[in-house]
């Protein structure tokens, strides 16, 4: 009889764990790796052994005007701002930056959290840390939107309430914030769910990238402190901000300055107009169109988004759209596939859901 119950109890949770495995049931959430033997007892992931013994990078949060003012101007800088004013960031967030400071080394990476509350979960965030402690070219500042806009091109815009009030508060201050911050300090920007695919050693200072053939994309650019289109985009903010339409501020902005100022598209590779600015088609960043973001989740379709991303330098994994797809640890699923080998510290953190 015992022996009967004891199988009878295996079974029923036998199937309340199926479904779950199998398809992807939200419940089972992603946890801390330390909370898994295997993650701190030396588990092989693409070459990289997690091990505590490995961290060489202190965890720890900085002002972002005295750590960006201070930065050696000989390493190139890349950013990924969060602007939810929550104080942290999800596991896919967090393979975002991974895969920049995995694949260049010789860049400084930086997390820019804007507003923070002041009980903040980040210090808390053990998967955070398990990643930050291993690169040591990874920082986190944080800052608040009084000192960051003050005495700059966007001061009035930043303190006028209009991106508050706008339709899309997080959203819109995301694309000033992106503007403002290569402005005033140069480098390159990133959209949080882009995750970088090699080294961006090769990138021209100043450059910009299309998602299809009429739309330039504001998720993946990079200019010079002070560069001229960069004014003027902020000049075009000022005046003509808004809060209504979604991508006003963002893509659609850069789709306008581009043709307005510099007569660019996505078939040029450079313009007589602005002679510094060098165009990266869709194939750079977006191969895969957001019609088709379905295609990072679909287990049969490795090879079709391998051979489509193969000579990427990174890929645009479309949140906006895609933040409710189910990413199961292990599987064939391009989008795990590919957090494997570019961000396996925050894709191995989690328990059997990315």
């Known amino acids: 009889m015992q022996r009967f119950e004891r199988r009878l109890k295996f079974f029923v949770l036998a199937l309340l764990l199926l479904p779950a495995t199998y398809f992807g049931v939200g419940y089972l959430k992603c946890k801390s790796p330390l909370d898994y033997d295997i993650y ?27 750590t960006l003012e201070a930065r050696s101007s000989s390493r190139k800088a890349i950013f990924f701002i969060e602007t939810s004013r929550r104080g942290t960031i999800n596991p896919r967030q967090m393979c975002a930056i991974e895969s920049a400071a995995k694949n260049n080394p010789f860049s400084d990476v930086y997390l820019l959290l804007l507003d923070p509350p002041v009980n903040s979960s980040l210090m808390n965030n053990e998967q955070l840390k398990f990643v930050v402690r291993f690169y040591k070219n990874l920082k986190i500042v944080q800052t608040t939107s009084e000192s960051y806009f003050a005495g700059t091109a966007l001061q009035t815009l930043g303190r006028n309430g209009k991106i508050g009030q706008s339709n899309y508060p997080v959203e819109h201050m995301s694309d000033v914030m992106r503007i403002l911050t290569i402005l005033r300090f140069g480098g390159i920007y990133f959209d949080l769910d882009v995750m970088i695919l090699r080294s961006l050693e090769t990138l021209a200072e100043n450059w910009v990238s299309f998602e299809t053939e009429d739309a330039c994309s504001s998720s993946a650019f990079g200019f010079q402190k002070g560069q001229k ?7 075009e903010l000022n005046r003509n901000f808004d809060g209504d339409e979604w991508g ?26 602005c002679p510094d600015i060098t165009v990266l088609p869709p194939s750079v960043f977006h191969s895969i169109e957001y019609l088709s ?30 933040h409710e797809g189910v990413v199961i640890i292990g599987s064939n699923q391009p989008y795990g596939y590919f957090a494997q080998k570019h961000c396996p510290r925050a894709y191995w953190s989690c328990n059997q859901i990315f």
């Open 40 to 66: 701190v007892s030396g588990a092989d992931v693409s070459g990289d052994y997690f091990t505590e013994e490995e961290d060489i990078n202190e965890f720890k949060v900085t002002d972002a005007l005295e």
């Open 229 to 235: 289109l960069a004014q003027k985009m902020a000049v």
């Open 248 to 273: 006003n501020n963002g893509p659609g902005l850069f789709t306008r300055m581009l043709k307005r100022e510099c007569e660019i598209s996505a078939k040029s590779k450079t313009s007589e107009k």
């Open 293 to 322: 973001w379905q295609l990072f989740f679909d287990r049969t379709a490795l090879s079709q988004v391998y051979s489509k991303v193969k000579d990427s330098l990174g890929v645009h994994l479309w949140n906006h759209f895609s």
